[in-house]
């Protein structure tokens, strides 16, 4: 925490800097802006960095995927534990070749990485406003459950959330 935000911070800086002087040229604002003495340096730590967060996401879609099954809301799929001693430590082949038709249906139909880059984005964006209204619906009816209301102030404050976060 205390190397990673500053690092960001810093970094998104150096972006912002380079396009306050270069305001056309915002097509690749992440390695414009880095000096060309340390160009391959910071290319080769940025390499390293997808590679470990794609292994972060392979595992922890195993992991979630196993217990998934363990609790029956996935179909029965082989699982095979990697590690004697690591409970966590595991490996399915039918979700390995899932996530690679995936990988490549993502590559065929965005094509450029600004394009990838955007839909993560939506993506980023959707999820955040879904988990923003789970949390607002949770926080309402926690507050209209709560025992400081009468049951008429209780009823106006359902008559709130249905009002406010249900379809018409």
């Not at 003495?37 to 196993?66: E, G, H, N």
């Not at 998934?68 to 399915?92: A, Q, R």
């Not at 949390?135 to 106006?156: G, P």
Request: with cysteine; proline share 4%.
């Amino acid at each position: 925490m205390l190397t990673i935000y500053p690092s960001l911070v810093l970094t998104y800086a150096g972006q912002t800097a380079y396009l306050i002087k270069n305001p056309n040229d915002h097509d690749d604002g992440f390695y414009k802006f880095i000096p060309t003495t340390i160009y391959w340096p910071i290319f080769i730590i940025a390499t390293l960095a997808a590679v470990v967060a794609s292994q972060s996401l392979i595992s922890a879609t195993f992991s979630v995927i196993k217990q998934s099954v363990v609790l029956d809301y996935f179909p029965k799929i082989k699982v095979v534990h990697t590690s004697s001693n690591k409970e966590g430590e595991v490996y399915s082949p039918e979700v390995n070749y899932i996530l690679m038709i995936l990988c490549v249906a993502v590559i065929l139909i965005f094509g450029d990485g600004k394009d990838i880059g955007n839909a993560f984005g939506m993506v980023n964006r959707y999820t955040q406003l879904s988990l923003d209204d789970i949390f607002n619906n949770h926080t309402l009816l926690s507050f209209c459950r709560s025992d400081l209301f009468s049951h008429h102030l209780k009823s106006c404050c359902y008559q709130l959330y249905l009002s406010v976060f249900q379809p018409q």
